[in-house]
Every structure is written in structure tokens, then in C-alpha cells.
């Protein structure tokens, strides 16, 4: 159940290597990572609107760009000398953020086009996916995982999500669009989009699991460590 995610480290060095040399160009722009982090931000605002307007292909390019552009802000950073604690919490927090708005577009889009069934289930999905993120910023909080690569435990990282609901919004329009048929049945492109919100609940869901046991399992083998007793939040 602690297995492994699709991402191996080895394939996100290798990505953020790739990005370093587009980083670079950037800071010679006078750019700073922090910067980086707040436009690529923007682009997942932009994401969650045009979702929210029904603007389904519009919504899955921004937000792939947005995914390819926090790529950035990291890269830059390493690049550059300029990582720092404060960085890595805005990053985290306007991933977090961005996230949140990018469900919320979906949701309100759904509801528009009468799919009302589909916004409970976006809200799920979103509560599901920042579960994973909790869980590991929890235990690194707890000193479990420190140094063991938490990011690559679980089926659906932060570049899983965002493959899958890219794929989900760009799919919904040539399917015929998110909308109730005549008989008051979901469209194919409705029917895409909440099969990529059911799949994002189930991965979610998986990986946030797996990480606690990742973290059971450290807990079960570094003497003093928190063992499973119920910890204070």
C-alpha cells in the first residue's frame, strides 16, 4: 500500500533540470522566484474562471501552463542561490491555493450547466486531494520523513492531479460540453468531467493512505518516534 508514485525522483530531477535553463531566462528578466510563484498563481486564477464560465478547453490549457510554469519558480531559485524557508511555504501555500481555485471554477461550472450532482463531487475531490498535501507536510512536521522523499509516495502527486484534470478539461468540449441532454442526462463532455473528478477522489484517496503508512512505518522503526498514538494538530 506504500507504493511508489508514477513520478520517480529520477523523472523529476531530470523535468526540473529541463526547466532550469527557462528559470535562468527569467531571473535575467529581473524576476525573482517569489515572482515566478505569484504569476503561475495568477495562471491557475485565470484556470479556475474560465472553468467557471464554462470555457472547459480554455480552463485545461491554463492550467497545464500553470503546472509547467510553478516548475519555474524552484528551478530559479536553485538556480540562483535563493532558496530559502519562507519561498518553499509561499510555493506550497499558492499550489495549495491555486488548487483550491481551480476545483471551485469546475464546481461553479458544473452548477451552471445544471450538472448539480458534479459540484459535491468537485468538492470532495478538492478536500481528498489537499488531504494528501497535509498528510505530508504532517509528517515532516512529526520528523517522520525528513530526507526520504515523502513527494514520490502515492499514486497521484501534485503533477498526477494536474495530467489528470488537464485531460478531463480538454476532453469535455469536443465531447460535446458540459451540459444536461434533453432528457435530462449528462452530456458525454459532462459525464468526462466527473469521471476525472471520481478518478482524482479514488487516487487521492490511495496516496493520502499511503503516506500515513509510509509514515507508520518510519515511526515503527526510529526509536522514540511518535508510534501511533493520536497527536495534538
Same mark, same amino acid.
Given at each position: 500500500m506504500t507504493g511508489r508514485s508514477f513520478v520517480s525522483p529520477e523523472l523529476r530531477s531530470a523535468v526540473r533540470g529541463l526547466a532550469e535553463p527557462v528559470a535562468s531566462g527569467f531571473g535575467r528578466m529581473g524576476l525573482s522566484p517569489n515572482h515566478l510563484t505569484l504569476i503561475g498563481f495568477g495562471i491557475s486564477a485565470l484556470a479556475g474562471l474560465a472553468a467557471g464560465l464554462e470555457a472547459w478547453l480554455v480552463a485545461g490549457i491554463l492550467v497545464i501552463t500553470g503546472?509547467?510554469?510553478? =516548475?519555474?519558480?524552484?528551478?530559479? /531559485? #536553485?538556480?540562483? &542561490?535563493?532558496t530559502s524557508s519562507f519561498g518553499a511555504?509561499?510555493?506550497?501555500?499558492?499550489?495549495?491555493w491555486g488548487e483550491a481555485v481551480v476545483y471551485a471554477g469546475i464546481a461553479t461550472g458544473l452548477a451552471a450547466a445544471g450538472i448539480v450532482g458534479g459540484t459535491a463531487l468537485a468538492g470532495l475531490t478538492a478536500g481528498s486531494s489537499f =488531504?494528501?498535501?497535509?498528510?505530508? /507536510? #504532517?509528517s515532516? &512536521?512529526?520528523?517522520f520523513s525528513p530526507g526520504t522523499g515523502m513527494a514520490a509516495v502515492g499514486l497521484a502527486p501534485r503533477e498526477i492531479r494536474l495530467i489528470?484534470?488537464?485531460v478531463g478539461l480538454l476532453v469535455a468540449e469536443p465531447l460535446g460540453g458540459v451540459r444536461l441532454e434533453d432528457g435530462g442526462g449528462w452530456s458525454a463532455g459532462a459525464l468526462a468531467i466527473a469521471a476525472m473528478l471520481m478518478l482524482l477522489l479514488v487516487l487521492t484517496t490511495i496516496t493520502a493512505i499511503q503516506r500515513m503508512l509510509f509514515s507508520q512505518q518510519q515511526a515503527a522503526?526510529?526509536?522514540g518516534?511518535?508510534?501511533?498514538?493520536?497527536q495534538q494538530p
Open positions: 503546472g509547467v510554469f510553478d =516548475l519555474f519558480d524552484g528551478a530559479l /531559485a #536553485r538556480a540562483t &542561490g535563493r511555504l509561499l510555493d506550497s501555500s499558492f499550489d495549495r =488531504l494528501v498535501s497535509y498528510v505530508r /507536510a #504532517r515532516e &512536521g512529526l520528523g489528470v484534470v488537464t522503526r526510529l526509536p518516534a511518535p508510534g501511533g498514538g493520536p
